[in-house]
Structures are given as structure tokens and as C-alpha cells.
């Protein structure tokens, strides 16, 4: 009589267990689903603004680069801190932005470069440590951008396997290129 009293008890504990260990799963596989489609989400969301950037920054470059040569004489820094062309050097640079003003703190005037302009700087007191540039292409429309820290030049806006726009050429004629992004 006990020992089928003790023997239905660990029946019903191990169908407790079973049951148990079967809700566990679930949640589990609950908690997966979830994670993966608030991830999905996210992903999604993630695309669309860049997408929206994507455009705004075409935008704004065939605007920008329409009445860029009105700018000549002026100072880079100045060219480069404006609203407008804040987000297209921003855009441009992403976390290099910050380096990229610093290093044209102390800047030169704009000028042609055949069909090109380009803008550059230094770092004020700092010249041989950190210097930057950049060229538009009105023709195109096209941004580029180049810092080079301690002689080590890395080039943005220029796609893999294309050559460097020749208006660099006139900031550092000796150039080796080191890397694009």
C-alpha cells in the first residue's frame, strides 16, 4: 500500500517535472521568437534611416555642388561648418567627422583645381601632426575627403579600386595612398 501510494506520488511528481520542463521550452522558444523579430525591427528601422540619409545627402550634394564655385576665396573651415554641408562632411566622415574639423582648423582658401575645388587645413599649432582636404567635383557632384595624420593618408567618398581625385595632388603632390573608406 505504501509503495504504490510512493509509487503514484513519483508518478504525479514526475509529470509535474515533464509538464515543468515542457513550459520552460516554450518560453524559451517564446523568448527566441520575440528576440528575433524585435531584432528584425530594429534592423528595419535601421535600414530606413539610412536610407532617408542616403537621400538627403544626395540632396544636398547636387544642391551644395551647384553653387560651390561661388565659394572660392572663401576659407575651408568656413565651407565646412555651414548647416547644410555639416551633415554632408558628417555624412561623409561618420565618427571621423570630429578629426576631420580639427584638421582644418587652420584652413586655406578654396580654390580650382581644374574642373575641381578643394579646401584644406591643418591643425592649429599641430600642421605636421594633422592635416585635411577635400574636393568637390561640381560636374558630378561629388564629395571627397582625405585627413592625413602623421603621414598616414586615409581618403572618404572614393570607391574601392578608383583613383583619388587629381585636385589632391595639389594639397600633398607626394601621395601615398594608404586607405580609403
Not at 43 to 65: E, G, M, N, P, T
Not at 80 to 94: H, K
Not at 134 to 163: C, H, W
Request: glycine residues 8%; charged residues 20%.
Amino acid at each position: 500500500m505504501i509503495a504504490a501510494k510512493v509509487k503514484v506520488l513519483a508518478k504525479l511528481i514526475l509529470r509535474g517535472f515533464a509538464i515543468l520542463l515542457v513550459l520552460l521550452v516554450l518560453i524559451y522558444i517564446g523568448f527566441k521568437v520575440w528576440a528575433y523579430y524585435s531584432l528584425e525591427g530594429n534592423r528595419a528601422q535601421q535600414l530606413a534611416v539610412q536610407r532617408q540619409q542616403k537621400a538627403k545627402y544626395d540632396d544636398l550634394i547636387k544642391d551644395q555642388s551647384s553653387y560651390v564655385p561661388l565659394m572660392i576665396g572663401a576659407p575651408s573651415y568656413e565651407y565646412l561648418m555651414d548647416g547644410n554641408r555639416n551633415f554632408i562632411f558628417t555624412y561623409l566622415l561618420s565618427a571621423d567627422y570630429k578629426v576631420f574639423q580639427e584638421a582644418m582648423e587652420d584652413s586655406a582658401q578654396m580654390v580650382y583645381v581644374g574642373k575641381q575645388i578643394l579646401g584644406s587645413g591643418c591643425k592649429k599649432q599641430a600642421c605636421n601632426e594633422l592635416e585635411a582636404a577635400f574636393v568637390i567635383d561640381p560636374e558630378t557632384s561629388q564629395y571627397f575627403a582625405a585627413i592625413s595624420q602623421n603621414g598616414r593618408i586615409v581618403y572618404y567618398g572614393v570607391e574601392d579600386g578608383k583613383l583619388i581625385p587629381p585636385a589632391f595632388m595639389k594639397w600633398h603632390p607626394n601621395i601615398v595612398i594608404e586607405g580609403g573608406k
